[in-house]
Structures are given as C-alpha cells and as structure tokens.
C-alpha cells in the first residue's frame, strides 16, 4: 500500500481544513486508517483512526471534537476533516494504515506527511 497525503496549508485559528490520504495498492480494505501529526521537537503523536471492518473512529484528546476521520474504501481514499483550527495543532500530519491503535508502530505503511500550519 502507497499513501499519498495532501490537503494542509496555512490557515487563520478558527478556520478548517480537510486532509486526503490516497491509496493504491488493492490491500487498502485490509487495513484501518489512522492520522498522526508531529510538531517542531516533538515525538510522533496520535490524532485519530478508523477500524477497518467496524468502522469505529478513535480520537486523541486534545482533538474535542474538533476533527472528524473518514474513510471510503472502494475510492481507497481517507479524509480528516479538521474544524475550528488552533495554532497548537501546527505539525505535518501523516496518514498510515496498520492495525489500527494509537501506537505508531501498528501502522505498517505511511504516507509522506502534509504541513498544517494555523496562525493565531
């Protein structure tokens, strides 16, 4: 599976953006989804995921119902829709697809990271 992310950009705090992970490969059903971000100095963290058969999303805390994580499968395509920006989620943000979790190491395949930057 190759991930293709897109989507970031700068934006003012408050503002939104939608993220795309596209994949090619026909295994894309095989795994579930999961976003991560890593700021400046900082380790890789967990923003959310989606099961591959249930479809149960997982968000990160900090993301208060701010983000929203979709998937659609025979587009081999996921999306993080991320409302209500705040400067603090600055970072590239990477799509993977693994086994799902809040570890990165459970993520198999990565795609190259897209920056978001929000401005105050």
């Known amino acids: 599976v190759q991930l293709q992310a897109s989507g970031g950009g700068l934006v003012q705090a408050g503002g939104s953006l939608r993220l795309s992970c596209k994949a090619s490969?026909?295994?894309?059903?095989?795994?579930?989804m999961g976003w991560f971000r890593q700021a400046p100095g900082k380790e890789r963290e967990f923003v959310a995921s989606?099961?591959?058969?249930?479809?149960?999303?997982n968000y990160a805390d900090f993301v208060q119902g701010r983000f929203t994580i979709s998937r659609d499968t025979a587009l081999k395509i996921g999306f993080l829709q991320m409302n209500n920006l705040k400067p603090e989620d600055t970072a590239v943000y990477f799509c993977a697809a693994g086994s799902t979790g809040v570890d990165p190491v459970n993520y198999e395949y990565w795609g190259q990271g897209t920056q978001v930057t929000v401005s105050s």
């Open positions: 989606i099961d591959r058969s249930t479809g149960r999303t």
């Open positions: 490969g026909r295994t894309f059903r095989w795994y579930s």
